[in-house]
């Protein structure tokens, strides 16, 4: 009974910390997005299956066209779904905008409401990092400890309160280990669990693919324990092969090729150090290194005395390779073409907690200075967790769209012209602007290169193309955001402030407002 009431009051805790702060943050464009996917992907299928009933598509906010070529659209019925099937799953978590859709009819598009989506999954998380730990390690401490870090671990509440997959991915993972490692000694419906949960996977992430090496691997270090249940094992990893062939044709080819991805490259080391700073503070990073040094040095010490001892050596081994087979594969793949950034490999996060316990549960065991340095690194991780979460609760980090929108609606007027720079940030914006009815632009382009290296557009056609959009207009607004990525020379306020002259402005989290006046 003790274990099941460690495990509710953990849940409890783990909900209460990303529940009490779940819309401190605005909503930024990738969980914009999000919404519009799950509005126009399954908008799109219907079009194909029973385009009588599919009507006109109507998004909550302005959304830009879905990211699926049109290639699809051509043929018979059964053509255009496979081809419109194929183009959506070559985007990341296809699946997930399709159960997103679902979630939404249910409770609305509120930022709590589609927030509380991720934040169900990933309350989830935490038994299921207890029961996958006592069913791995042997003992329900370790478990609970890496549930204890799984509850308060910035990181893990910064992604429980994100319109994104990266909640149901971990759960999934462990759902898929959990039902694999179950199934090794019980068989039966376990091998189900374990497939179920990992094709599921294959379609909410683009690396969830992953999994099948690391369940493989789990397999030959387990290999006398599911030895009479060798059938429903290989059964089970055949028929995780047939969903992910579609996937497979199109991803075997494409993480072979040389290409840029808009992703900085990273040496090896660089990448562990970006996981080991995110898993041990959040996303402030505020503690480093001290609490990395607290929590991996828990994991190391629970990851040798694991190798250490014949009994666990399986168990150490098979949580060591669960978050590093990933992070080698997209080192390697990133070699030719860039692709890390750390939210991907989150779901290796409940082994290093997972390992962090085994080792804070082998430090309890000894007596003395050993204990006093546990009870010290524990306190040291709970400062820091708890001065992190303070900092994603009280500070704005993402783009502060909602602070903007509010600025401007309060002082809008019917006929003023707002334009966004860069224009992708217009979505975000008409998600909280009140009015609908609102005239707007998209700030132009003008980062174009020749071959020399030189820019295409000079400062004079832009000023043409300025003078064009605003027409007669007496004020426009300028709603600015990573504008580099879109006009690095500035030319597009540059022209505004010529023509124009400066009335107003505010400065929000990584967004700027400024009102021109003729």
């Not at 979630?103 to 589609?114: H, I, S």
């Not at 309350?123 to 730990?133: K, N």
């Not at 996060?349 to 390992?355: E, V």
């Not at 020749?450 to 295409?456: L, M, N, V």
């Amino acid at each position: 009974i003790r274990p099941l009431w460690v495990l509710v009051v953990l849940t409890l805790v783990a909900f209460g910390v990303r529940a009490g702060s779940l819309t401190a943050q605005s909503l930024w464009r990738d969980e914009v997005d999000a919404l519009c996917y799950a509005y126009e992907f399954p908008h799109l299928l219907l079009q194909v299956l029973a385009p009588q009933r599919a009507g006109d598509l109507t998004t909550p906010c302005a959304c830009p066209p879905p990211p699926v070529s049109a290639d699809w659209a051509e043929g018979d019925t059964r053509q255009r779904a496979v081809g419109l099937v194929g183009a959506m799953i070559r985007q990341n978590g296809p699946l997930y905008y399709f159960l997103l859709r679902g979630w939404v009819a249910l409770t609305g598009y509120t930022e709590y409401a589609m927030r509380y989506f991720s934040l169900l999954f990933g309350v989830l998380c935490v038994p299921l990092t207890a029961v996958l730990g006592k069913r791995v390690l042997g003992r329900w401490g370790p478990g609970n400890i890496a549930a204890g870090l799984m509850a308060l671990a910035p990181y893990m509440v910064w992604y429980g309160q994100e319109v994104k997959m990266y909640t149901l991915v971990p759960f999934l993972v462990l759902l898929g280990l959990y039902g694999l490692r179950r199934a090794m000694d019980e068989g039966g419906i376990w091998w189900a669990v374990q497939v179920i949960a990992t094709t599921v996977l294959f379609y909410t992430h683009i690396w969830g693919a992953l999994l099948i090496a690391v369940q493989a691997l789990w397999l030959l270090l387990a290999w006398p324990r599911w030895r009479r249940r060798w059938r429903g094992a290989l059964v089970g990893m055949a028929l995780l092969t047939l969903p992910y062939l579609p996937l497979a044709l199109w991803q075997l080819p494409a993480a072979l090729a040389r290409r840029e991805t808009g992703f900085p490259y990273h040496p090896l080391g660089d990448m562990a150090a970006v996981l080991l700073n995110g898993w041990s503070t959040g996303i402030t990073g505020w503690g480093w290194p001290w609490s990395a040094m607290a929590v991996g040095g828990l994991a190391a010490l629970g990851l040798t005395v694991g190798l250490a001892r014949r009994s666990l050596r399986s168990a150490a081994l098979s949580l060591a390779l669960w978050p590093t087979v990933p992070l080698l594969v997209i080192w390697l793949i990133s070699l030719r073409q860039p692709l890390f950034t750390d939210r991907y490999l989150i779901w290796g996060a409940p082994a290093f907690y997972l390992l962090a316990g085994q080792g804070a549960a082998e430090g309890w065991k000894r007596k003395g200075a050993a204990r006093y340095l546990l009870l010290a690194a524990g306190l040291l991780i709970l400062v820091v967790f708890a001065a992190n979460l303070y900092l994603q609760a009280a500070t704005p980090i993402k783009s502060d769209f909602r602070a903007a929108a509010a600025y401007v609606e309060a002082r809008y007027r019917p006929g003023d012209l707002i334009v966004f720079q860069i224009p992708h940030v217009h979505y975000i914006f008409d998600y909280y602007f009140g009015p609908t009815d609102y005239r707007w632009a998209d700030g132009l382009y003008t980062n174009h290169r020749t071959a020399e290296g030189g820019y295409r557009l000079s400062e004079e056609m832009v000023g043409r193309w300025m003078a064009v959009v605003v027409g007669d207009r007496t004020t426009v607004w300028l709603v600015a955001s990573e504008v580099p990525m879109w006009d690095e020379r500035n030319l597009v306020q540059g022209w505004l402030e010529t023509a124009f002259r400066r009335d107003d402005e505010a400065h929000f989290a990584r967004v700027e407002v400024y009102r021109y006046l003729r």
